[in-house]
């Protein structure tokens, strides 16, 4: 007769030298998962924020060359405003005011052949990389190659490569 509060030991595996490999196997495949797991969503973002305070780039008749767009949110909530400013010698500077948004990993500024509304889009059509992004909050400064035309470029948008989703974006109409 089976005694239902003893253990049936046949199911269990006994500490045989195959049975301290298969668990040394299961321990370093759970710490090489969460290790990737950590490198890839960076959890610790969610609670840092990262405040960039740059001036705006001035000499006397540096002027907008779009109207101010202000950003709209798609994966993060994204705030703010962006607008292309024009400096005498004819170079344009990408200025973001009042950003805030969720950090995150690889956030990138792109501008986007897609209008602000269809940023999710951003990386099917044609983009032109600014570079990283530099805080989550604040006021920042990103330039933009001599020679680009912007007529191609209707919006900025805050790119996450590593998930490839639009944390925002803000249309940039050509004033």
């Known amino acids: 007769m089976v005694d239902p509060s003893r253990p049936d030991k046949s199911r ?91 950090n995150g990993p690889d956030v ?12 999710a889009d951003t990386d099917k059509g044609t983009w032109l990389e600014l570079g990283p992004l530099k805080g989550n909050k604040g006021d920042q400064n990103y330039t933009i190659p001599t020679g680009t035309d912007l007529t191609k470029y209707p919006s900025v948008v805050l790119w996450c490569k590593r998930f490839s989703v639009a944390f925002g974006a803000a249309p940039l109409t050509l004033g």
Do not use: K
């Open 108 to 119: 990138r500024v792109w501008l986007s052949g897609q209008p602000a509304d269809h940023a």
């Open 12 to 102: 269990i595996l006994p500490r045989t030298g195959r049975g301290r490999l298969l668990a040394a196997a299961g321990s370093l495949l759970a710490i090489a998962v969460t290790a990737l797991g950590l490198y890839l969503f960076q959890p610790w973002t969610a609670f840092t924020t990262t405040t960039v305070r740059e001036a705006a780039p001035t000499t006397a008749r540096t002027q907008p060359l779009t109207a101010p767009g202000a950003f709209i949110s798609f994966a993060h909530q994204t705030t703010g405003q962006a607008v292309v400013l024009r400096a005498p010698d004819g170079a344009n500077t990408l200025r973001l005011t009042g950003l805030s948004t969720s």
